[in-house]
């Protein structure tokens, strides 16, 4: 009786361990092919390519704060600690604090130590193909204070013909104003004040003809980003196509400063009449950096109501990327 019982246990035990196996193998073989599929499905949407907001453009003094904070803490970790020199990490740490101390609202410093942080997050960036500022940080140069005074120098006047200086205070007395300026000068026009006011001046004329100086600007900041890939573009315009038509990446892109669901089916029939006509392989869908996130994320569910279609909804600060990784693929 008690032979018969071990007995009875050992091929009980076997039975049980080779489920077990069966089941393992199973588990593997199913990750494996969840893995091999999300890979070769995966689309360039927002969420993978997505950074901050406040790490690429300024929309008002509490994104300087949460950028400087940010640097502060990938500074100080201790993955970083022997990135920086010791007396060029407390120089940028003591420079933050003063900046903590004096308050970030209407402070000139902090808005020229967070516009030339973004300067350095676009190196960084570029070196590492991405970046992450829990595992990588900017380079903190020894003459820190110097560059900031002179970058506040440089965008905050220029020099007239007649010798004599016109300054930012004087054109733009409103501090809040003069910061939203400084960050517009820095973003589209590599620092120039003068191609700034041209810019301005060329947008209340466009506005009077009766196009949206927004809606060209955001057309514009996607134009330049594809140029400087040295790829063509094809504006078409045209009521039922896209914006912009990339023929080398099969991109159709289409730029939208404000998205509302009463314009959302005529939409999907441009998306939709755009893939027949022009056989594009990627449609990117692009809205402004400041929209609100509900707004944005709502919209990201057209990626998987027609995903039939390689759409990617992106903000504008996400293009650059967003082409990077499709020139990457091809």
Same mark, same amino acid.
């Given at each position: 009786?008690?032979?018969?019982?071990?007995?009875?246990?050992?091929?009980?035990?076997?039975?049980?361990?080779?489920?077990?196996?069966?089941?393992?193998?199973?588990?593997?073989?199913?990750?494996?092919?969840?893995?091999?599929?999300?890979?070769?499905?995966?689309?360039?949407?927002?969420?993978?390519?997505?950074?901050?907001?406040?790490?690429?453009?300024? +929309? @008002?003094?509490? =994104?300087?704060?949460?950028?400087?904070?940010?640097?502060?803490?990938? *500074?100080?970790? %201790? #993955?970083? $600690?022997?990135?920086?020199?010791?007396?060029?990490?407390?120089?940028?740490?003591?420079?933050?604090?003063?900046?903590?101390?004096?308050?970030?609202?209407?402070?000139?410093?902090?808005?020229?130590?967070?516009?030339?942080?973004?300067?350095?997050?676009?190196?960084?960036?570029?070196?590492?193909?991405?970046?992450?500022?829990?595992?990588?940080?900017?380079?903190?140069?020894?003459?820190?204070?110097?560059?900031?005074?002179?970058?506040?120098?440089?965008?905050?006047?220029?020099?007239?013909?007649?010798?004599?200086?016109?300054?930012?205070?004087?054109?733009?007395?409103?501090?809040?104003?003069?910061?939203?300026?400084?960050?517009?000068?820095?973003?589209?026009?590599?620092?120039?004040?003068?191609?700034?006011?041209?810019?301005?001046?060329?947008?209340? +004329? @466009?506005?009077? =003809?009766?196009?949206?100086?927004?809606?060209?600007?955001?057309?514009? *900041?996607?134009? %330049? #980003?594809? $140029?400087?890939?040295?790829?063509?573009?094809?504006?078409?315009?045209?009521?039922?196509?896209?914006?912009?038509?990339?023929?080398?990446?099969?991109?159709?892109?289409?730029?939208?400063?404000?998205?509302?669901?009463?314009?959302?089916?005529?939409?999907?029939?441009?998306?939709?009449?755009?893939?027949?006509?022009?056989?594009?392989?990627?449609?990117?869908?692009?809205?402004?950096?400041?929209?609100?996130?509900?707004?944005?994320?709502?919209?990201?569910?057209?990626?998987?109501?027609?995903?039939?279609?390689?759409?990617?909804?992106?903000?504008?600060?996400?293009?650059?990327?967003?082409?990077?990784?499709?020139?990457?693929?091809?």
């Amino acid at each position: 009786m008690k032979e018969n019982l071990n007995t009875f246990i050992r091929i009980m035990f076997w039975t049980v361990n080779e489920k077990l196996q069966s089941i393992k193998k199973k588990v593997i073989l199913k990750s494996s092919h969840n893995d091999s599929s999300s890979f070769n499905m995966r689309k360039l949407t927002a969420s993978s390519l997505a950074t901050p907001i406040f790490h690429r453009r300024r +929309r @008002d003094w509490r =994104d300087d704060q949460y950028l400087i904070e940010d640097c502060v803490r990938s *500074i100080s970790s %201790e #993955k970083n $600690k022997d990135t920086n020199d010791k007396q060029n990490k407390k120089l940028f740490l003591d420079l933050a604090y003063e900046i903590e101390s004096a308050g970030y609202q209407s402070n000139t410093t902090a808005l020229h130590l967070a516009m030339w942080i973004r300067e350095q997050l676009v190196i960084l960036g570029a070196k590492h193909g991405g970046y992450d500022l829990r595992v990588h940080t900017i380079s903190i140069p020894s003459n820190l204070n110097e560059i900031i005074l002179k970058k506040e120098k440089e965008l905050s006047s220029f020099q007239l013909q007649n010798g004599n200086q016109l300054s930012l205070k004087h054109l733009f007395p409103d501090p809040e104003i003069r910061s939203f300026a400084l960050e517009r000068i820095q973003l589209l026009h590599k620092g120039s004040l003068l191609a700034y006011l041209s810019s301005l001046v060329s947008s209340e +004329r @466009d506005s009077l =003809d009766g196009e949206s100086a927004t809606i060209m600007d955001l057309i514009h *900041i996607c134009e %330049e #980003k594809i $140029k400087r890939r040295g790829l063509k573009i094809s504006s078409t315009f045209q009521a039922n196509e896209v914006d912009m038509w990339v023929p080398s990446l099969k991109l159709g892109v289409e730029v939208r400063d404000a998205l509302s669901t009463d314009n959302r089916q005529e939409l999907i029939e441009l998306i939709e009449n755009t893939i027949r006509s022009k056989r594009a392989k990627y449609i990117a869908l692009v809205c402004p950096d400041d929209l609100s996130d509900l707004i944005f994320h709502k919209w990201r569910e057209l990626e998987k109501e027609l995903s039939s279609i390689n759409l990617s909804v992106l903000r504008i600060g996400d293009f650059g990327n967003y082409l990077d990784k499709l020139l990457g693929q091809n």
